[in-house]
């Protein structure tokens, strides 16, 4: 079964600093992956989407990679806003269309 | 993407009812999802409901705890039934669109069983 581990499982830093999360899974046999942020009490907001083909997707600030013989992709954020605040969640999709989560790494940008 | 929308938003359930949820979206989707975010956790994914066929179940989660309906494209419903605090979580539905599958999730309910 897949599992998805995200590290650090907890970050603050200054405004405007860059920062990366990671994300691991232990299958490469994946059909893509997706970068989600969650705001507390709220759902889901879908921020990237990797092909599987693909070795990075950006938007805006935020840059995703994706090695997936390593089993690793990263979400880089560039310089860093209070806004930015909020659990980010790194999810794969297999070829059944289940998406797989890791448990998340919660951010604070400090003003 | 998709405008998912989700009622209630959030509910206090006495021990041994049961709680239907709604989740409605704003396009015909073929896919739709339904997860489980216990407290201080990752979802976990409950079923897979496709309109016109009965929705698929993950392991550890059955049909007469957690009955699903989905009459159209647009619509979908799901039941948490004969609830125990344990069942305290927020629930989530989701849907698949594009090319990739990409999934849009709807703003959850929080469920609190007492």
């Known amino acids: 079964k897949q599992e998805v581990t995200q590290i650090p499982a907890a970050l603050s830093v200054p405004e405007g600093e860059n920062l990366v999360l990671n994300c691991s899974f232990t299958?490469?046999?994946?059909?893509?992956l997706q970068w989600f942020r969650q705001d507390p009490g709220k759902g889901l907001t879908s921020l990237l989407l990797?092909?599987?083909?693909?070795r990075e997707q950006t938007s805006g600030r935020l840059n995703a990679s994706l090695d997936k013989s390593s089993g690793r992709s990263t979400l880089y954020i560039a310089a860093s806003q209070p806004g930015d605040s909020a659990t980010y969640l790194c999810?794969?999709?297999?070829?059944?269309?289940?998406?797989?989560f890791g448990t998340g790494t919660r951010l604070t940008v400090i003003p | 993407s998709a405008v998912i929308s989700q009622k209630p938003s959030r509910d206090i359930c006495q021990r041994g009812t049961s709680l239907t949820i709604q989740c409605q979206v704003d396009?015909?989707?073929?896919?739709m999802f339904w997860y489980r975010q216990q407290p201080g956790q990752s979802l976990t994914l409950i079923a897979t409901?496709?309109?016109?066929?009965?929705?698929?179940?993950e392991s550890g989660f059955v049909i007469d705890k957690f009955p699903i309906s989905r009459p159209n494209l647009t619509f979908s419903t799901l039941t948490v039934s004969n609830m125990s605090p344990e069942d305290s979580s927020i629930y989530l539905c989701?849907?698949?669109?594009?090319?990739?599958?990409?999934?849009?999730f709807g703003p959850g309910t929080r469920l609190t069983v007492l």
């Open positions: 999810a794969v999709q297999t070829g059944a269309n289940n998406l797989f």
């Open positions: 990797i092909q599987s083909s693909q």
């Open positions: 396009s015909q989707v073929t896919m």
């Open positions: 989701s849907v698949a669109m594009g090319s990739y599958n990409e999934q849009f």
């Open positions: 299958d490469s046999a994946i059909y893509n």
């Open positions: 409901a496709n309109q016109g066929s009965e929705a698929t179940y």
